[in-house]
């Protein structure tokens, strides 16, 4: 879907760009569109829409909303942010060449290492937070690089606008997943890169209730594209989830601003605790990527990992210990989350070039008040001391 453009600020977009009242009733929240199909007044003469694989007023609305946060000309919505991935990856030539950042969610590396790889596109690691190591040496035949930032557990940080610049000058595109940062805190195309991807199960839905995807480009031709690969492949999300995903949007600067809070509160913490060995977040002066994040994103997120002290058995205790903080995959939820990437989310990519390390916990941390959370992982990380 095709987004106008919009210079009104980014909460008054996330809660009105492309969703009017309804011109029939009036009603302040556009209804949820259901129905599967649309009546023709003669053959192929109709309102704009036909069958809701191919277009739906509730989808609709939420792809201008979020192209118009990401700053996008266009955007589309989809069942899960891997079939978000899938659908950017389907555009690749035949035999074309991948590289994927030394560290991402696992679900990603396993699309390009199981599905991508075997289908005959080479792929290649490589540390993505030194542009001039990717551009010296830079595999022949790529022609995507795929870039998170903030990575998915590590929390590295890379340089968008240099990597864009890299990837352009060996006629690449830059796919940037910028889950972890949301729009809110960071807006990549600006920056540019040719594409941006959401897991909008994360922050953008932001209650633990939807499973979705999201792809913004400005390419007139790339958005032909991706809107052909939508509705041919079809894995589209419900009107419903739309709309879950909508609502969570209002909601979004909010949100990603007592997120970020909370994750500083938890950090102080981490930071001073004997039973911490490292902790990995970007807003602390010494993370590697910290003036790079502090130009590229408006603040450093709610996501915060760190290594434990005693190594995986401790890592696994504290898991094990949290009360407020559930034991479970995901992020990016109102709900405190915590993890162990490597038996967990990371666990497909064991013995790989993106193997996460054993003693690291990964916390999502969410919007309950700041003392609670930092009460809880006090306890927990006290018991493994
Ligand atoms: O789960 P899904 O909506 O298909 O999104 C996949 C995905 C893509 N990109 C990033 C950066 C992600 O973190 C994810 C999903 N991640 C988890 C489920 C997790 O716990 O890390």
Redesign the pocket.
């Known amino acids: 879907m095709t987004s106008a453009s919009d210079d009104r600020g980014f909460e008054t977009r996330a809660i009105h760009a492309g969703q009017d009242p309804d011109p029939f009733t009036g009603a302040v929240v556009p209804p949820i569109s259901i129905s599967t199909t649309f009546a023709q007044q003669g053959v192929g003469r109709h309102h704009g829409w036909e069958y809701s694989r191919s277009a739906n007023p509730t989808r609709a609305a939420l792809e201008m909303c979020l192209a118009s946060l990401e700053g996008a000309r266009h955007g589309f919505a989809f069942a899960?942010?891997?079939?978000a991935?899938d659908a950017v990856l389907r555009q690749l030539p035949a035999g074309a060449g991948i590289v994927l950042g030394g560290d991402?969610?696992?679900?990603?590396f396993r699309l390009i290492d199981k599905v991508y790889g075997a289908s005959g596109h080479p792929w290649t690691a490589v540390d993505l937070t030194d542009a001039a190591a990717l551009d010296a040496r830079w595999p022949e035949g790529t022609r995507v690089v795929w870039a998170?930032t903030p990575t998915?557990?590590a929390m590295a940080v890379v340089d968008i606008a240099a990597v864009a610049e890299v990837a352009h000058d060996h006629g690449a595109w830059l796919v940037v997943?910028n889950?972890?940062a949301s729009p809110f805190l960071q807006q990549p195309l600006a920056l540019g890169a040719d594409v941006v991807?959401h897991?909008?199960?994360?922050y953008l839905g932001g209650h633990s209730d939807v499973?979705?995807?999201f792809v913004a480009v400005d390419d007139d031709d790339v958005a032909v594209r991706l809107g052909f690969t939508q509705n041919a492949v079809g894995s589209v999300p419900s009107p419903i989830d739309c709309y879950l995903v909508q609502r969570g949007l209002k909601t979004l600067g909010l949100r990603m601003e007592r997120h970020c809070d909370n994750a500083r509160a938890v950090v102080d913490l981490l930071a001073d605790h004997p039973a911490v060995a490292r902790v990995l977040w970007p807003g602390l002066p010494d993370h590697p990527g910290h003036d790079i994040a502090k130009r590229q994103m408006r603040d450093f997120g709610g996501m915060v990992s760190f290594v434990a002290r005693g190594g995986e058995e401790a890592a696994v205790a504290i898991c094990e210990r949290t009360e407020l903080f559930t034991l479970a995959?995901?992020?990016g939820a109102v709900e405190s989350l915590i993890?162990h990437p490597a038996r967990m989310?990371h666990a497909s990519a064991a013995g790989s070039a993106l193997a996460v390390e054993p003693g690291l916990v990964r916390l999502s941390v969410g919007i309950e008040s700041a003392a609670d959370l930092v009460a809880d992982l006090r306890q927990a990380l006290d018991a493994v001391s």
């Open positions: 899960s942010g891997l079939a991935e991402a969610y696992g679900g990603t998170e998915n557990p997943d889950t972890f991807v897991s909008a199960t994360k499973v979705g995807g995959e995901s992020l993890e989310t």
